[in-house]
T-cell receptor, first 115, second 116 residues
């Protein structure tokens, strides 16, 4: 089965630094998402992206976050100035047609640690 | 806003036995989907089974089946003939309409351990 690939698997950064988390969605998918999971808490929706635009974002996705599809294959999440509370597992996901009930394909996540 | 609650932080079962994981949700939506995702140690979340709210018949996928009680807002997962490879974290999730159909609301997860 095709896979969503995320790099790096672990990222350690200093508070205030910028980080870019990278994802390669499944090649023919058009809809892309970022989720995060703070240790011991629920998996939370951050943002959805289609046709080079944000479709929807959560309250968590404030001005320090941005997403981009810089080329035909990558989908990135940038955190401009990291805070301690940004430490979490970040999951990228993609789907084919963006339909209700459609299967999301998730990557294995990037564990971000902000020191 | 939707909420999803999984009240069992951990469950265990013997190999070949049956186990049921619980999930309740709250919503004012009429049309929605419910999902069970599995997260093994590899961390990649994998769709196990899904149920459309309008369908009365409970979904089944091989050894996995759900008990969907719409009025009670309950959506439990039954795993029959449990296998060692079923050991994982299981998340219940809710998806409805709106701008993005890929926006899911997850429960807290249940860690399932299958013992030999």
């Amino acid at each position: 089965e095709p896979e969503v690939t995320q790099t790096p698997s672990h990222q350690v950064t200093q508070m205030g630094q910028e980080v870019i988390l990278r994802c390669v969605p499944i090649s023919n998918h058009l809809y892309f998402y970022w989720y995060r999971q703070i240790l011991g808490q629920k998996v939370e929706f951050l943002v959805s992206f289609y046709n080079n635009e944000i479709s929807e974002k959560s309250e968590i996705f404030d001005d320090q976050f941005s997403v981009e599809r810089p080329d035909g294959s990558n989908f990135t999440l940038k955190i401009r100035s990291t805070k301690l509370e940004d430490s979490a597992m970040y999951f990228c996901a993609s789907s084919d047609q963006g339909l209700m009930g459609e299967k999301l394909f998730f990557g294995s996540g990037t564990q971000l640690s902000v020191l | 806003a939707q909420t999803v609650t999984q009240s069992q932080p951990e469950m265990s079962v013997q190999e070949a036995e049956t186990v049921t994981l619980s999930c309740t949700y709250d919503t004012s939506e009429n049309n929605y989907y419910l999902f069970w995702y599995k997260q093994p140690p590899s961390r990649q979340m994998i769709l196990v089974i899904r149920q459309e709210a309008y369908k009365q018949q409970n979904a089944t996928e091989n050894r996995f089946s759900v008990n969907f009680q719409k009025a009670a807002k309950s959506f439990s997962l039954k795993i029959s003939d449990s296998q060692l490879g079923d050991t994982a974290m299981y998340f219940c999730a809710f998806g409805a309409g709106g701008t993005s159909y890929g926006k899911l609301t997850f429960g807290q997860g249940t860690i399932l351990t299958v013992h030999p």
